[in-house]
């Protein structure tokens, strides 16, 4: 019997099979260990392998298909729905196989060994902040047991670190607060450097280039973007695109009735954070005297609540950016300026 279609259930060691020919009969059940993988499916025809697109999977879909198959990523929220009964490695690599060869099954574009690195530079620097921040309570908590209490951010750190010395506090306080002080400053600097690395990878890369035109999207938005999305193709539209990253409204409807509700907060976490963290940069420099924003994030910003502009902001710019990246071009700012504005 011919195997055409495989749901691979990843794991650590031992990785389970399922697999189905083409009158969709099972062939294949079987449980292979991390070293027998690769020898397994380059005996194996070729074929369609499903998997969920977990940690490792990109790395897997590479080496598979090198050896010639098919391979396909998919979420793994929507594979859950064909799990039929149980939580078991059997159970789950039978739904992959079935939800593989659904043809309204979405999958996920396998990454490239590059798309990851600068995936990875993102993700220690965004560790790295929030264990600045962690780090920062923590000095705050130990400096408050003694009376010592300052502003918030750096300069209010730098205040706490003079105030201990200066007061006459116990040994092993001051110890305590020495050591703290110090990851401080390391988790400052260790993520400045990543920071700077990323803003370099972002100027090496045309599109990366293109995106940074975007008032409100910097380089650490033009540096993933185009490593998260990979072919922007994919994406019928700019909306499509917004909703993927969750920054469009979550619809609820039934009898006919359809009504919208905040924003579905669906697809990457960190990715929607910083275009969010743009609009909100853009509206506070929108509201200062003189400001060069258009007309329309002007008015945005005087009849919407600072959070609701900030996110529709923030989507017309996740549109702005698959344009740019399925187009071509850059961002002309020109075209968005008030006339008087140009004329002066």
């Known amino acids: 019997m011919k195997t055409i279609t495989i749901g691979l259930d990843l794991a650590k060691s031992v990785f389970t099979l399922h697999g189905v020919d083409e009158r969709g009969e099972v062939g294949l059940r079987k449980t292979l260990k991390r070293a027998q993988m690769l020898p397994f499916f380059a005996r194996q025809e070729h074929c369609v392998i499903g998997m969920e697109a977990c940690g490792g999977a990109h790395d897997w879909a590479r080496r598979l298909s090198a050896l010639g198959h098919d391979v396909r990523l998919m979420p793994a929220s929507y594979v859950k729905p064909y799990i039929k009964r149980g939580k078991t490695d059997a159970n789950d690599a039978a739904a992959i196989c079935e939800a593989v060869t659904r043809p309204t099954m979405r999958f996920v574009p396998v990454k490239t060994i590059e798309q990851q690195g600068i995936i990875a530079l993102h993700r220690a620097r965004r560790m790295l902040v ?20 300052a502003l918030k951010g750096r300069s209010g750190i730098v205040t706490l670190q003079r105030l201990s010395r200066e007061l006459e506090l116990p040994p092993t306080a001051l110890r ?50 185009p490593a998260i999305v990979g072919d922007a193709r994919r994406f019928k539209s700019g909306r499509q695109f917004a909703a993927w990253l969750g920054l469009t409204p979550r619809l609820n409807g039934t009898g006919g009735k359809t009504k919208l509700g905040s924003i579905s907060k669906c697809g990457d976490h960190y990715v929607r954070s910083l275009f969010v963290e743009g609009a909100c940069a853009v509206l506070m420099a929108a509201r200062k005297p003189g400001s060069k924003a258009s007309d329309w994030v002007k008015q945005l910003a005087a009849r919407k609540e600072y959070k609701v502009a900030a996110v529709a902001l923030a989507n017309k710019n996740a549109r702005i950016a698959w344009a740019l990246m399925v187009k071509g071009g850059r961002y002309e700012i020109a075209h968005h300026t008030p006339a008087a504005e140009l004329a002066a």
């Open 176 to 225: 305590a607060l020495s050591t703290q002080f110090k990851l401080y400053e390391l988790l400052m600097s260790e993520a400045a450097e990543l920071k700077q690395e990323i803003a370099a990878l972002m100027n090496k890369d045309p599109v990366s280039k293109r995106l940074d035109t975007i008032p409100g999207v910097g380089p650490m938005i033009a540096s993933i973007v």
């Open 130 to 149: 929030v264990q600045k921040v962690m780090l920062e309570n923590s000095i705050r908590a130990l400096c408050a047991e003694f009376g010592i209490v």
